[in-house]
């Protein structure tokens, strides 16, 4: 499966953004889906912001996110979305979204496929 992210910009703190990650093939229904980042001079995360489960049933915040962050996503368009209101300097990163295709937890390593990232960029 292909990735693309988009949906980043420079924002306000306080702001929003929403971003977007389209798949292709037609099995993207039966993947689990994470959106990842890397600020700034550091390592990219090896737990993702936010996840999904393939049928949109359980989703999973990393507790800085928690309120401020919405992922969603849509089969029929093979899309997952991540909503980032709130948005505050510290989440400046580039964000990738993956894809997991078996059973697993919510970390990098456990990631099958990913896209490249869309930079957001947060001023104060």
């Known amino acids: 499966v292909q990735l693309q992210a988009s949906g980043g910009g420079l924002v306000q703190a306080g702001g929003s953004l929403r971003l977007s990650c389209a798949a292709s093939g037609r099995t993207f229904g039966s993947y689990a889906m994470g959106w990842f980042r890397q600020a700034p001079g550091k390592e990219r995360e090896s737990v993702p912001v936010?996840?999904?489960?393939?049928?949109?049933?359980?989703?999973y915040y990393k507790e800085s996110v928690k309120g401020r962050f919405t992922i969603s996503r849509d089969n029929a368009k093979n899309t997952v979305y991540l909503q980032m209101n709130s948005l505050k300097p510290e989440d400046t990163a580039v964000y990738y979204c993956?894809?997991?295709?078996?059973?697993?937890?919510?970390?990098?390593?456990?990631?099958?496929?990913w896209g490249k990232g869309t930079q957001v960029t947060v001023s104060s």
């Open positions: 936010a996840g999904i489960s393939w049928s949109g049933g359980s989703a």
């Open positions: 993956a894809a997991r295709a078996r059973a697993g937890g919510w970390y990098s390593g456990a990631m099958d496929y």
